[in-house]
């Protein structure tokens, strides 16, 4: 999810895509929480990890 997020912002960025570079952002703050909360090992949605 991280990836797809930076690779989707990147793209919005360079070629002048709004929702791209949202969606891209949405994404990767959203993938850096998850991995985050799975690091320290607290369950999401019954998954110790993602």
């Known amino acids: 999810m991280i990836i ?3 690779i989707l912002l990147i793209i919005g960025l360079v070629a002048g895509i709004s ?3 949202t969606i891209g952002g949405i994404l990767l703050v959203v993938g850096v929480i998850l991995t985050i ?3 320290v090992g607290r369950p ?3 998954r110790t990890y993602y």
């Open 4 to 6: 797809l997020g930076a």
């Open 44 to 46: 999401i949605g019954r």
């Open 37 to 39: 909360l799975g690091a």
């Open 19 to 21: 929702i791209l570079t």
